[in-house]
């Protein structure tokens, strides 16, 4: 069993700044990759960032910089470094893996979700 948890979502005012964490628990063998989304009310869920287990992001086009994915192989964690955040950014953020437990193959995971409020 893999559970993931987020945290670090919250309220904050158009041009501050959260860190989002992604903690996966259990009998993991290896973590490939790491990824956050977010999906506003009526609105599909949406890609914000991508990381490899070596380190290698993406972003959405959209985010022009403001957002910065990082991993740590050792804690199996995923982070999010929003800055600059605007109210469009407002959303529910999810985290998800890809992961290989001791007993099975890469199998992808998906935390449980952290509201991020932007204010004006």
């Known amino acids: 069993q893999v559970d993931l948890v987020e945290s670090g979502g919250g309220l904050v005012q158009a041009g501050g700044s959260l860190r989002l964490s992604c903690a996966a628990s259990?009998?993991?063998?290896?973590?490939?990759?790491g990824g956050w989304y977010r999906q506003a009310p009526g609105k599909q869920r949406d890609l914000v960032a991508t990381?490899?287990?070596?380190?290698?992001?993406t972003y959405a086009t959209s985010l022009k910089g403001r957002f910065t994915i990082s991993i740590d192989n050792a804690k199996n964690t995923v982070y999010l470094q929003m800055n600059s955040l605007e109210l469009e950014d407002t959303a529910v953020y999810y985290c998800n893996m890809r992961l290989a437990t001791t007993m099975s193959g890469l199998y992808t995971y998906w935390g449980q979700g952290t509201q991020v409020t932007v204010s004006s």
């Open positions: 259990g009998s993991i063998r290896s973590l490939n990759s």
């Open positions: 990381i490899t287990r070596g380190g290698s992001p």
